[in-house]
């Protein structure tokens, strides 16, 4: 796991660390010592640690003026025992929404499990972001993932499955994915 890294070909376009509008601004970042982990696996040092211990994230692109952010993710999303949305929406989303961004194109491939609880978060979530016409969508969520999420009722307040899976959202330049994503959703 230590081998994977966030995407990285948008950061001439878009680096969290310097953009003083986000909750990482003025991490620094070692590309020799391996302090996070996933259990008992070491992830790269460029994902960020938002309070989970088995999640990790790297927000890779922000545009203020459209309202937007697309969020890579990596290890196991448990809201069941480390409750990783409390995490994820009171460091993380909270923080952007205040910054205005209430449409989310969140990068799921590198999630190999999931594990439902409450829904408080989730849906205090999409309750923010529609108010504004805004929206959550997974991309590239493994299948057996996708399951749990349907079987617990997520798609009440995000978005996946096969009709969101871009393979390729690499090649894709970031407000280009956003604008393919968006027309998906709007019709």
Known sequence: MHRIEPHFRWRDIYVASRDNRSPFYGREYSEFFFTNKIYNYVIHPQWDAFG????????????????????EFIGEWNDCITNDIM??????????IQQGITKYLLIMENVLNYHADEDDYYQEWYEEVTEEAGWICFVNTLEHVAQEMEETNMHYY???GENYNRPNWRIY???????TMETMLIE
Request: zero cysteines; a negative charge.
């Open 87 to 96: 995490h994820l929406k009171r460091n993380v989303i909270d923080h952007l």
């Open 52 to 71: 989970s211990d088995t999640l990790y994230l790297k927000i890779l692109f922000v545009d203020y003026d459209k309202n937007a952010a697309i969020i």
């Open 173 to 179: 330049e970031p407000e280009a994915l956003i604008a």
């Open 158 to 160: 995000a978005s996946f």
